[in-house]
C-alpha cells in the first residue's frame, strides 16, 4: 500500500453524446476522406470538360439525337428537395437523442429511413435524366461515377439507420447508442450537403458555366 | 466464416485458371497445322459418319492471343469489308449465321482458302499461328470465346459493347442465299 | 588506439573515398554518344552548363553539412568520456542555444538564397531552351509505335514528303522542328546528346525543337515504359552538312532501286507474294502497308529493328526468320522461307539504298 | 472538465496489476491470436509481414540486378522482368514502407501518450488482415503469371484495356484498393488516438516528436490516399467487361494526363508519407544517444508541418516531360525547392543536437549518421531534379532510380533499422547483438552506395528506366556489374540483420525496461509491456517526463472489471470522461474476408462489387451488435470475495 499523487477519474461520465467522444472524431476523419474523393471527382468532370468543343457531348448513339444534351431537371430537383426535406426529421431527432427520448426517435428513425429509400429510388429514375449511358463517352463515365458514389453513400446512411432502429424496437437506447445515432445523424447533415454541391455541378454547371 | 472461406476457394480456382489465360506466348507453334487436310464443308460423307475429332483452339482461352487477334483484325484490313463485326461488303460476323462453318478449323479453312463473292485467300500472306489468333478474335466477336480472355474496350470511339460483354450466339450454320 | 577514435577514422576515409568516388565518377562520364554531358547540340549544351552549376554548388553543400555533422562526433573526444548508457543528461545552457539559433538562421537563410539562385538560374536555361525558333524550319513528324519510331519529313510539294524509320538526318547548325504524336501508348523522344525528353501522348500532340551543332551521329532511346520491348526502341539522329543532307534527302525522295539481277527480280517476288507485303511499304513497287517501317531505302539505314541488330546480311536473315528470338514479343511475325527465297530476298533487300 | 485534481491517496498496485491481467488477457490458443485487438500484436504482425514482403521484394530486385548484370542477358525475358520490376516497386511501397512507419505508430504511439489502446480496437484489426488480403492478392498473382506488368504507376493507355490484355492490372488495381483501406483506417487510428487519448498534462506542445510525425503522416494518408483509390477505381471501371467506362480512351474525351495528375497528387505525398514518420525516429533517438534535450523543438514540429503542406504542391514534377504548360512547371520547380527548405531545418536541428551533446557510438546514432549522410545527398539530387531543363534529360532514367533510392533507403530503411535496434529492447527485452549489427551497417552502407552511386553516372550517360536489358555497345556494362555486386553485398548484410533479430529474440542481452535511458512514456513501463500498457495511466508535466527529478502523479479510479481508457481534451489533455474499449472479437477478420474476397472477385465479375457490399453490411451488423453494459455491475473491484479471490491470484505469481 503505498501513498501516491493520484487523480480520481472514477466519478467522470462513462460516455458522452458531443463532439467529446472519439466516435465523432472518427466520422469526422470519414468524412474527410470522403470529401476529398468528391473533390477530385469533381476536378476529374472538369478536366475532362477541357477535351470537348461541345458539353455535355451531342448524344448520337440511339435516336434521337439531341445536339445539346443537357441532363434533365425534373427528377433531380424533386431528388434534391427530397433529400433536403430528409434533414428536418433528422434534426428532430438529433435533439430528441439529447433528450434521451427513446419514442421520438424511434418514429424519428422511421421518417428518415423513408426518406432515405425515397431518395434512393429516386437516384434510379435519376440514372435516366442523365441521357447518355455510362459507357458512351467520358462526359457520361464521369457524371455516373458521381452519382454511382453519392448513392453508395446514400445505401450507407438509410441501411445504418436502419440498424440503429432495429436496435432500439429490441434494446433500450443508453448514451452510446444516443452517441451512434447522432454521428450517424452528422453523416447524414454531410451527405446532403455534399449532394447540394455535386447537384449544381452535375445538373447547373452546363447550363450556365 | 464459412461464406468468407467459400469466395475466397471460388476465386482462388479461378486463379489457377488464370495462369493459362495470361501467359505471353512470343515464340509459340501453331496448333495442329495439318489438322486443315481434314476439314470438309459440310458433314455429308461418303460411307457414314465423318472422322475429323474437333479441333480445340486454345487461343481462345489465351487473352494476349486474342488481343493480337484484334490488332491483326484492324492492321490486315478486314476492318476494310467486315467492319467491327458488323459487316458491310463482307458479311456479319458478330451474329450467328455462319456460311462456311463457325468451328475454328473451318473459320481458318475460310480465311487460308478464300470465299466466292470477294472473300480473298490469305494462304502465305498471314502465317498460320497469326491466323489461329485471328480466327480465336472472329468466334470471340459473337461471344464464342471465354469471357475472361476476350478483349474489352479499346482505345477508340465506342461501338458498342466490347467481345468481353457479349453474350454467347449460339453458331446456326446457313447455306449461302445468292 | 580507443574504439571511438578507430569509428571516427572509417568515418574520415569513408568520407574521402566517397569524394574521390564522385571526383572519379564525374571525370570519366563525359564520353559517348549518348550522353548528357557530352552535348552536340545548343540545347544540350545550355542545360549541360546547367548540370555543371548545380553540380558544384550540391557537392559544396554536401561537404560542408558532412563537416558540420562529423566534427559534432568528433568534438566529443575532447569531453570527458561518458560510459556507454549512462544516466546522465547534459544540462542546456541559454547562451550556447541561442548561438546555435543564430548559426542555424543564418544556415537556413544561405540555403535559401542558394536555391533561389539555383531556381533563377533554371529558369533563364528554360527561357532559352524554348527560345529556339525559326521562320521555314524543316519539320519532321515523328510518330512513336510500340518499339519503333516512324519519320516523316513533311514538304509542301506531297510527292517529296519522305517517310523513314529509326534513323533521323539533320542539316547542322539549322534548328529543326519535330511534331511528336503517338500511334498507340505512351513514348518519349529523347536524344540526350542535342536535347531534354518530350513524351508522346496520344491525344496531346506536341513538338519539340532541336539543333545539331557538332556533325556527328548521335544515339537515342524511348524514355517512357511502353511494353515488352522499350528496351530495344532506340533511334539514330545523324546530324551532317547541310549538301551531304540535301543529297540524303533526295536520294531518299527517288523510288526504290529497281531490281537488275535475276536474284533480286526473284527477291522482289518474294518480297510481293509472302507476308512481307501485307506490312512494309517500297515506294515504286505494289507494296504500301502502313502497318510496319517503309523499306524504301532500308539499305543506307545504320541499324535495324529500332536499333537492336546493325545493318549486316548475317543479323538480317536472323531477324528475317525468327525476329522474337532477338526482340520477343515484337509485332513482326516469324516467317519459314525456303534458303533460296531467303538468299534472294537479302540479295533484294540490299539493293534498296 | 475541472483542472487536473490532486490528492494522495492509498494503491494497491499488486491488486490492481492481477485484475487488469484478468480482464485484459486475451483467451488462448488460435482464438485468441485471430480476435485479438492489442495494438501491440497487431502492430507486431504488421511489422513482421511487412519485412516478410521487404525480403521478397530483395529477391525480386536481386533478379533484376542479375539480369541488367551484362548486355543482352537471358535470365529473365521482357514479360516476367516487367513484372518482376512492377511487383519489386509496389511492394516496398504499399507492402512495406507505409504499413511498417505505420505500424511502428501503432505500437509506440498509445505507449508514448500514456493510454492502454488505440481508439478503436477492432477497426485496427480489421486494417491489418485488409492489408494483408492485399498482399496476398498480390504475390497469388504474381506466382500465377498475373502480376502487374506496367509498372508501380501504371500509366494508362499502356495500362488500359486495349494495350494490357487479360486480368494483371486489374490485379494492381484491386491490391491498391486493399491496401489503401488498411493505411486509410491505420491513420484515422492514430489521429483520433492522438487527439482525444493523451496523458493528463499531455498538452499539444508536449507531444513527442514521434506522435507530431505520426500525427502529421496520419492527415497527409487521409488527403493522399483518396487520389489513389480513385485514380485505381477509374482504370478498374476502365477495364471492367460489363462497365468500360471512358474515363483515359483520348478517342471518347477521356485524357492520359487526367491520370497522371490524380495518380501523381497521390504520389509525391506517399513518398512524404514514408519519409517523415522516419524523422520521427531520428528525432527521438537523436536526444537519447546525444545526452540531452533535442535542439529546436517548435521548429522541428513547424517544418513537419509545413512539409506536410508543401507535399501536395508540388506532383507535377513527375510530368516536366509531358506537354504540360511551362509556366506552370515553373512554379513546380519552386514548389519542389522550397520544400528543402523544411528538410535542411530538420537537418541543421539534428546536428546542433549532436553538437551541444555527447553523442555515444551506439548502434541506432550509427544509423541515423548513415542517414544523414545518405539522405542529404538524395535531398540536393532532388533539388536537381526539381528544375525543369535538368529534368528534361534526367527524367526516368537510372539518375531518378538513383535519387529515390538515396531518399527512400536512405531516408527511411536507415532510420527504419535505426527505429528496430533502439525499440528491440522494448518489444522483447532483449538487445540485439552489437557485434553483428556493426556488420550489418557497415555491409548494407557499403553494399548500398556500391548499387546506387554508379547509377547517377548511368543516368548521365543515357540508361533509361525500366529496361529488361541494354545494347553491347550503349557502355553501361562496368557500371551495371558494378551495381549488381553492390546488390549482393546488400543482401548479405539483410541476411545478417535478420539472424541478428532471431538468435537475439531470446538469447539477446537482458535488457531493462530503459535500456538506453530515454525520456519517452514508452521506457515506463516494463519491455514487452503488459497488454493494458500502465498499470495506472502515467500523467505528463514536461516534453521528457523520464528525465524530470520529480515523478509526476499517476491516475487511478480506471475500471479494473472491464477494458477502459481515459478520454482527454485536444488541446489541453484535461481528462474528460472514461471510454469502454471493446472485447477481443472475430468481426475483424471475417469483414477482412469479406472485402478481400469481394474485391479479388470484382476483378472477373462486376456483379461481386453489390453482393460483397450486401455481405458486407451484413457482418458490419454482427460487428455493430454487442452487448449492452449491464448497470448493475460496479465498475471497479471493491466486494470483499472478489478480493480473497483476487488476493490467491496475486501470491500465487
Known amino acids: 500500500m503505498t501513498a501516491r499523487a493520484v487523480i480520481d477519474v472514477s466519478e467522470l461520465p462513462s460516455a458522452t453524446m458531443d463532439h467529446r467522444s472519439t466516435i465523432w472524431w472518427g466520422n469526422l476523419m470519414l468524412l474527410c476522406i470522403e470529401t476529398m474523393m468528391f473533390a477530385l471527382l469533381v476536378g476529374a468532370y472538369f478536366y475532362i470538360r477541357q477535351n470537348f468543343y461541345e458539353w455535355p457531348p451531342p448524344k448520337v448513339h440511339d435516336p434521337p439525337a439531341i445536339y445539346h444534351a443537357v441532363p434533365l431537371l425534373t427528377v433531380p430537383t424533386i431528388n434534391l428537395v427530397l433529400l433536403l426535406m430528409s434533414c428536418i426529421p433528422m434534426a428532430w431527432v438529433d435533439r430528441a437523442c439529447l433528450k434521451h427520448n427513446q419514442m421520438s426517435v424511434t418514429l424519428g428513425l422511421v421518417v428518415v429511413i423513408l426518406c432515405g429509400a425515397a431518395v434512393i429510388i429516386f437516384r434510379f429514375l435519376e440514372f435516366h435524366s442523365l441521357l447518355f449511358k455510362w459507357n458512351e463517352n467520358a462526359y457520361a463515365s464521369a457524371v455516373w461515377t458521381i452519382l454511382g458514389m453519392h448513392l453508395l453513400h446514400l445505401f450507407t446512411g438509410t441501411l445504418e439507420f436502419a440498424l440503429l432502429l432495429s436496435w432500439l424496437l429490441l434494446k433500450d437506447m443508453d448514451v452510446k447508442h444516443a452517441r451512434d445515432i447522432r454521428v450517424t445523424a452528422t453523416y447524414w447533415y454531410w451527405i446532403a450537403g455534399v449532394w447540394l454541391v455535386l447537384y449544381a455541378i452535375v445538373y447547373l454547371s452546363p447550363r450556365f458555366l | 466464416m464459412k461464406s468468407g472461406f467459400g469466395l475466397l476457394t471460388a476465386s482462388f480456382l479461378i486463379l489457377i485458371s488464370g495462369c493459362k489465360r495470361e501467359d505471353r506466348g512470343f515464340r509459340v507453334s501453331a496448333p495442329a497445322a495439318n489438322a486443315i487436310q481434314a476439314i470438309s464443308l459440310d458433314p455429308i460423307h461418303p460411307g457414314g459418319a465423318s472422322t475429323d475429332e474437333l479441333i480445340k483452339n486454345d487461343y481462345e482461352e489465351n487473352a494476349y492471343a486474342l488481343s493480337e487477334g484484334k490488332r491483326l483484325y484492324s492492321q490486315m484490313n478486314c476492318v476494310g469489308c467486315h467492319a467491327h463485326g458488323g459487316g458491310g461488303m463482307g458479311v456479319p460476323l458478330m451474329d450467328d449465321k455462319w456460311i462456311y462453318g463457325s468451328r475454328p478449323e473451318q473459320v481458318f479453312a475460310t480465311i487460308v482458302e478464300g470465299r466466292p463473292n470477294g472473300m480473298p485467300s490469305f494462304r502465305g500472306k498471314i502465317p498460320d499461328y497469326q491466323v489461329w489468333a485471328l480466327v480465336a478474335y472472329v468466334r470471340s466477336m459473337s461471344g464464342l470465346a471465354s469471357q475472361n480472355a476476350a478483349p474489352n474496350r479499346d482505345d477508340h470511339m465506342h461501338l458498342g459493347p466490347p467481345e468481353s460483354s457479349r453474350e454467347q450466339q449460339s453458331p446456326k450454320d446457313v447455306p449461302p442465299t445468292k | 588506439m580507443s574504439r571511438r577514435a578507430r569509428e571516427h577514422k572509417a568515418w574520415r576515409f569513408n568520407v574521402g573515398a566517397g569524394v574521390i568516388l564522385l571526383m572519379l565518377f564525374a571525370a570519366s562520364g563525359c564520353r559517348g554518344s549518348q550522353n548528357v554531358l557530352n552535348p552536340g547540340g545548343s540545347q544540350a549544351s545550355h542545360i549541360s552548363n546547367l548540370w555543371w552549376f548545380y553540380f558544384w554548388i550540391t557537392v559544396s553543400i554536401y561537404c560542408l553539412v558532412l563537416i558540420f555533422l562529423i566534427s559534432a562526433i568528433i568534438r566529443t573526444t575532447r569531453k570527458p568520456f561518458v560510459p556507454a548508457g549512462s544516466r546522465e543528461v547534459l544540462p542546456t545552457n541559454s547562451d550556447e542555444e541561442r548561438r546555435k539559433t543564430i548559426f542555424i538562421g543564418a544556415a537556413i537563410g544561405l540555403s535559401l ?39 516523316v519529313y513533311e514538304d509542301q510539294v506531297a510527292s517529296n514528303q519522305v517517310t523513314t524509320a529509326n534513323e533521323i538526318h539533320l542539316p547542322v547548325g539549322k534548328p529543326v522542328q519535330i511534331k511528336l504524336a503517338s500511334h498507340d501508348v505512351i513514348h518519349s523522344f529523347w536524344v540526350p546528346n542535342l536535347h531534354g525528353k518530350k513524351d508522346l501522348i496520344p491525344g496531346h500532340p506536341t513538338t519539340l525543337w532541336i539543333q545539331a551543332d557538332k556533325a556527328g551521329v548521335y544515339r537515342g532511346q524511348c524514355a517512357e515504359f511502353c511494353g515488352h520491348q522499350h528496351a530495344h526502341m532506340r533511334l539514330l539522329v545523324v546530324a551532317e552538312d547541310e549538301e551531304y543532307f540535301q543529297q540524303w534527302l533526295s536520294r531518299e525522295r527517288s523510288n526504290a532501286h529497281i531490281p537488275e539481277t535475276e536474284n533480286q527480280i526473284h527477291g522482289e517476288k518474294v518480297f510481293l507474294q509472302t507476308t512481307c507485303v501485307m506490312c512494309h511499304a517500297i515506294q515504286g513497287t505494289v507494296a504500301n502497308g502502313k502497318v510496319g517501317p517503309n523499306l524504301t531505302h532500308v539499305a543506307n539505314r545504320r541499324m535495324l529493328a529500332a536499333g537492336r541488330i546493325p545493318n549486316a546480311r548475317g543479323y538480317l536473315a536472323g531477324w528475317i526468320l525468327d525476329p522474337q528470338h532477338l526482340k520477343p514479343g515484337v509485332q513482326m511475325p516469324q516467317h519459314n522461307l525456303s534458303s533460296d527465297q531467303l538468299q534472294a530476298l537479302l540479295d533484294y533487300l540490299e539493293s534498296l539504298n | 472538465m475541472s483542472a487536473l485534481v490532486l490528492e494522495q491517496k492509498e494503491l494497491n498496485e499488486p491488486l490492481e496489476r492481477v485484475a487488469l491481467e484478468r480482464v485484459w488477457k486475451r483467451p488462448p490458443g488460435f482464438i485468441g491470436w485471430i480476435t485479438t485487438t492489442h495494438h501491440k500484436d497487431i502492430a507486431i504482425r504488421y511489422i513482421v509481414t511487412a519485412f516478410i514482403f521487404f525480403a521478397l521484394a530483395g529477391i525480386l530486385a536481386f533478379f533484376m540486378r542479375l539480369q541488367l548484370s551484362f548486355p543482352e542477358n537471358n535470365i529473365l525475358g521482357p514479360d516476367r522482368y516487367n513484372q518482376f520490376f512492377t511487383v519489386h516497386g509496389m511492394t516496398m511501397m504499399f507492402l512495406f514502407a507505409v504499413p511498417v512507419m505505420e505500424a511502428l505508430g501503432l505500437y509506440f504511439v498509445p505507449l508514448m501518450i500514456g493510454t492502454r489502446n488505440v481508439a478503436f480496437p477492432r477497426m485496427n484489426a480489421f486494417g491489418y488482415y485488409t492489408y494483408l488480403a492485399g498482399g496476398i492478392l498480390l504475390y497469388v498473382g504474381l506466382f500465377l503469371n498475373i502480376g502487374p506488368d506496367t509498372g508501380w504507376f501504371s500509366y494508362v493507355p499502356l495500362s488500359g484495356p486495349q494495350f494490357s490484355p487479360g486480368k494483371r492490372v486489374d490485379f494492381w488495381a484491386q491490391m491498391i484498393t486493399l491496401t489503401e483501406i488498411a493505411a486509410l483506417v491505420g491513420a484515422v487510428e492514430i489521429i483520433v488516438t492522438v487527439f482525444k487519448m493523451r496523458a493528463p498534462g499531455m498538452s499539444l ?20 490516399m483518396p487520389a489513389i483509390m480513385l485514380g485505381s477505381g477509374m482504370l478498374a ?84 516531360a509531358t506537354p504540360v504548360p511551362e509556366l506552370g512547371q515553373s512554379f513546380f520547380t519552386a514548389a519542389s525547392m522550397m520544400i528543402a527548405i523544411p528538410s535542411g531545418i530538420q537537418i541543421f536541428c539534428w546536428i546542433a543536437t549532436l553538437w551541444g551533446g555527447k553523442p555515444q557510438m551506439q548502434l541506432p546514432l550509427l544509423f541515423v549518421l548513415g542517414f544523414i549522410a545518405l539522405f542529404v545527398l538524395g535531398g540536393l539530387t532532388g533539388v536537381i531534379l526539381a528544375s525543369v531543363s535538368l529534368d528534361l534529360q534526367v527524367h526516368d532514367t537510372f539518375f531518378v ?17 535505426a527505429a528496430i535496434y533502439y525499440w528491440f529492447p522494448k518489444w522483447t527485452g532483449r538487445l540485439l547483438d552489437k557485434s553483428l549489427g556493426l556488420w550489418h551497417f557497415w555491409l548494407f552502407f557499403i553494399g548500398f552506395n556500391l548499387t546506387f552511386f554508379p547509377m547517377h553516372q548511368l543516368g548521365l550517360k543515357g540508361m533509361p528506366r525500366r529496361i529488361y536489358t541494354y545494347a553491347y555497345d550503349s557502355g553501361w556494362a562496368n557500371l551495371n556489374l558494378l551495381a549488381t555486386t553492390g546488390a549482393a553485398i546488400m543482401g548479405i548484410s539483410i541476411v545478417l540483420f535478420l539472424i541478428n533479430v532471431w538468435r537475439s529474440r531470446h538469447s539477446g542481452v537482458n535488457a531493462g525496461p530503459n535500456p538506453w535511458h530515454s525520456p519517452t512514456l514508452e521506457w515506463a513501463t516494463e519491455s514487452p509491456p503488459p497488454d493494458y500498457n500502465f498499470v495506472y495511466l502515467p500523467t505528463v508535466q514536461s516534453r521528457e517526463p523520464l528525465w524530470d527529478e520529480v515523478s509526476p502523479p499517476v491516475v487511478c479510479g480506471l475500471s479494473n472489471r472491464k477494458r477502459e481508457s481515459l478520454i482527454t481534451t485536444l488541446m489541453e489533455a484535461a481528462p474528460d470522461h472514461r471510454y469502454e474499449l471493446p472485447e477481443d472479437s472475430i468481426w475483424p477478420v471475417i469483414l477482412a474476408l469479406v472485402v478481400g474476397g469481394g474485391i479479388s472477385w470484382a476483378i472477373f465479375d462486376p456483379w461481386a462489387v453489390p453482393i460483397s457490399a450486401l455481405l458486407t453490411f451484413i457482418v458490419l451488423c454482427f460487428w455493430f451488435w454487442r452487448g449492452n453494459e449491464p448497470a448493475s455491475l460496479t465498475h471497479h473491484v471493491q466486494s470483499s470475495e472478489d478480493l480473497q479471490l483476487l488476493k490467491s491470484e496475486a501470491n500465487k505469481i
Request: glycine share 8%; aromatic share 20%.
Open chain 3, 113 to 151: 538564397a542558394t536555391l533561389f539562385v539555383l531556381f533563377l538560374a533554371d529558369l533563364f536555361t528554360g527561357r532559352s531552351l524554348h527560345s529556339l525558333r525559326a521562320a521555314d524550319a524543316l519539320t519532321i513528324k515523328v510518330t512513336g509505335h510500340q518499339w519503333w519510331w516512324e519519320a
Open chain 4, 205 to 224: 506542445n508536449r507531444l513527442p516528436i514521434f506522435v507530431w510525425a505520426q500525427l502529421i503522416t496520419a492527415f497527409m494518408i487521409i488527403f493522399a
Open chain 4, 237 to 320: 471501371m476502365d477495364r471492367l467487361t460489363h462497365v468500360s467506362t471512358h474515363f483515359f480512351n483520348p478517342a471518347e474525351g477521356g485524357d492520359a494526363l487526367l491520370y497522371q495528375h490524380i495518380f501523381w497528387f497521390f504520389g509525391h505525398p506517399e513518398v512524404y508519407i514514408i519519409f517523415i514518420p522516419a524523422t520521427g525516429f531520428v528525432s527521438t533517438i537523436i536526444p537519447v544517444f546525444a545526452r540531452r534535450k533535442i535542439f529546436g523543438y517548435t521548429a522541428l514540429v513547424l517544418s513537419l508541418i509545413s512539409i506536410g503542406f508543401i507535399g501536395f504542391g508540388l506532383w507535377v514534377h513527375h510530368m516536366f
Open chain 4, 401 to 417: 532510380v538513383a535519387h529515390f533510392h538515396y531518399v527512400l533507403i536512405g531516408g527511411a530503411v536507415f532510420p527504419l533499422f
